[in-house]
């Protein structure tokens, strides 16, 4: 049974601005949710109406088969952690970690016991006595995190709590966020613009743009099968190249049409869902990593771009080659013994399975991907 009910949720602001847009979404129980999209998108909005400090416009929240939509806050049974921690400076993290219980009365001694076990649990029993001023970010975090953990609520909500940590502290967190997910068995809602969060961390991934559900899937799901040009953006490093072209007749055979010059036959397994765009624009969609540079046309690449090499950004375990095919530029992400100079002439190779098409004007995808092949091996230049 799904723990968390959101129904044709909306949600506007004095001004017309509406943040959220008939939500439709369900969190199953022990299930962690990652709810991702870039600032403004109503990511945050949607935390405070099931936290209830926002009341909506319309629609209806459902958590653990009881409506809360009207409920006030101390009786939703919700925990949020906040972006900035939001500890009493006074307090100490004793005293932080245990207020919310002593304002629901809760006694004396199993404040105590609580404290101590979500203390043990992240690993700040001796920070137990400091105040928050004399902590370190990540570890006003970590009490944050700890005072949501003591309430034992039926959900917890995270506003991106790892968004001002440097990258290895913020690793570090993430790996514990989730071990205590899965410890804890209760449902979480993520919220982070991060991709590789949202994939670190999410079961699923719901992902939101202008207050709209675009589409919630597995990330696996999400990072083979988007369902449109913004989703197929969103994740991968560096994200999605996106070229303009046509799909045209030639010589009886269908083709995207890059350019005059630039003309790729279409391959078997695209046909028939690209047909109907005969003479149409169309985007093609290739992931930098699905990009591969060869000497040789392999018969395995029915998808072969002729390029010259613009930029070389070597990164160490791989490195990003910038190309330009007519007047296009994309990207490829390359092993880093692959080394071609600036202004080299290559051959860029992409298996049909790995072709994504969006139409150009909606931007809804065209054809999804079959689950990709073990890649063949390619000949070096």
């Known amino acids: 049974m799904a723990s968390v009910v959101i ?26 949710l990652a709810l991702m999209g870039p600032s403004g ?112 609520p039926k959900l917890f909500l995270l506003d991106e709590p790892l968004s001002s940590l440097d990258a290895a502290l913020r690793r570090q967190l993430r790996h514990e966020i989730r071990a205590l997910h899965q410890r804890l068995s209760v449902p979480m809602i993520y919220v982070t613009h991060d991709a590789g969060e949202a994939m670190a961390l999410g079961q699923r991934i719901a992902i939101l743009r202008d207050g709209h559900l675009q589409q919630v899937a597995d990330p696996q799901t999400l990072y083979d099968r988007p369902s449109n040009r913004y989703v197929a953006s969103c994740l991968g490093s560096p994200e999605m190249n996106f070229l303009e072209g046509r799909v045209e007749q ?15 036959p279409i391959p078997d397994c695209c046909r028939a869902m690209l047909e109907p765009y005969a003479g149409k624009p169309i985007l093609l969609g290739l992931r930098p990593e699905h990009v591969r540079l060869t000497a040789e046309i392999g018969t395995q690449y029915s998808v072969v771009i002729p390029a010259a090499v613009e930029v070389v950004e070597r990164l160490g375990a791989e490195s990003h080659v910038s190309l330009k095919a007519g007047e296009q530029v994309f990207i490829a992400r390359t092993e880093s013994n692959i080394q ?42």
């Open 250 to 264: 030639a010589d009886g055979c269908l083709v995207f049409a890059l350019s005059e010059e630039v003309q790729l």
């Open 41 to 152: 998108c109503g990511k945050t909005t949607t935390l405070r109406l099931l936290a209830g400090l926002e009341q909506p416009t319309a629609g209806r929240i459902a958590i653990a088969g009881r409506a809360t939509e009207c409920l006030p806050p101390r009786d939703r049974d919700v925990a949020m952690v906040f972006q900035q921690g939001a500890l009493y400076p006074h307090l100490t993290v004793r005293g932080n970690l245990g207020f919310g219980l002593k304002m629901r009365r809760t006694p004396k001694r199993e404040i105590g016991l609580r404290v101590e076990e979500a203390a043990a649990a992240l690993g700040i029993v001796e920070l137990l006595d400091r105040r928050p001023g004399e902590l370190s970010y990540g570890q006003q975090q970590r009490v944050a995190l700890g005072r949501a953990i003591v309430r034992r």
């Open 340 to 381: 071609p100079t600036v202004g080299e002439q290559v051959l860029a190779a992409v298996l049909p399975e790995h072709l994504h098409f969006f139409d150009a004007a909606s931007e809804a995808a065209v054809l999804l991907p079959h689950p990709p092949p073990v890649e063949p091996s390619l000949p070096r230049w």
């Open 7 to 32: 129904s044709h949720l909306s949600k506007s602001f004095p001004g017309g601005f509406c943040a959220v847009d008939d939500l439709c979404l369900e969190v199953e129980d022990h299930e962690l």
